[in-house]
């Protein structure tokens, strides 16, 4: 990042209070967030998506969005705003932090400022922070990852082992666990539930189908199996969630 003149604007908490809403607004520096617990629902002009725990949201200067807390299982997050000389042309709107680097790097800045630390002393961790969501983001793009990402969508309904996948990309189950580990920082089962837990909330989030017809059309077996996941993952059960949309 040398030679890109770079500086933090703020950095904070959003803490979890139901009620909780942003309206339509845009800022003139880039703004990340990370949700810690509990659920945001976020609208852009490209459409609707709901951010869980484990996600982190990049938004583009002068991007307009709106935001606003579950009433029921209200967002915890920590955020900075930030300005960069650099394009950041890849970095996707929403991605992925499996291993929970990128928020845990947002909640030191986010005390630091909080104490008094100056926007100049926290700039050594607001530039590992833009560093891990290049690297985030660099996991999204990268042609091996997305060729496997894009084969588990497309037969994400159908019972898929682990076999089926190395064999697939033609390794050994160890080689191919290993590797894709290393370059998407989760194993390849737990990418293929991500999928099939966000193809189900998705469902919950835009139809008015029974839980027992989204549980197997995202291959997630049964409606309990279905229940038993999203309370592992999201803290709460589908039927919640659907109640809470249906408020909003």
């Known amino acids: 990042m040398k030679g890109n003149p770079i500086s933090l604007v703020c950095a904070g908490e959003v803490l979890p209070l139901g009620d909780w809403r942003m309206p339509p607004h845009s800022h003139s520096f880039h703004e990340l967030i990370c949700v810690l617990s509990g659920f945001l629902r976020l609208r852009t002009a490209d459409g609707e998506i709901l951010a869980g725990h484990g996600d982190a949201l990049f938004y583009r200067a002068g991007m307009v969005h709106e935001e606003i807390a579950q009433r029921d299982d209200p967002v915890s997050a920590v955020f900075i705003g930030f300005r960069t000389g650099e394009l950041l042309p890849s970095v996707p709107l929403r991605v992925e932090d499996g291993e929970g680097r990128l928020r845990q790097v947002l909640s030191w800045l986010a005390r630091d400022f909080r104490n008094g630390r100056s926007a100049t002393d926290c700039r050594g961790l607001l530039i590992a922070a833009i560093d891990e969501l290049r690297r985030l983001s660099a996991g999204v793009d990268d042609p091996w990852i997305e060729e496997i990402r894009c084969y588990m969508r497309k037969h994400y309904r159908e019972e898929l082992a682990l076999a089926d996948l190395a064999d697939w990309m033609r390794m050994s189950r160890f080689a191919f666990v290993r590797k894709f580990r290393v370059m998407a920082g989760c194993t390849p089962m737990e ?58």
């Open 191 to 248: 990418q293929l539930r991500r999928i099939r837990l966000n193809e189900a909330r998705n469902m919950i989030l835009t139809s008015g189908l029974p839980l027992k017809r989204i549980a197997p059309a995202c291959g997630l077996g049964d409606e309990y199996q279905l229940s038993k996941l999203f309370r592992r993952y999201y803290g709460l059960p589908p039927s919640r969630m659907r109640a809470w949309l249906k408020k909003g």
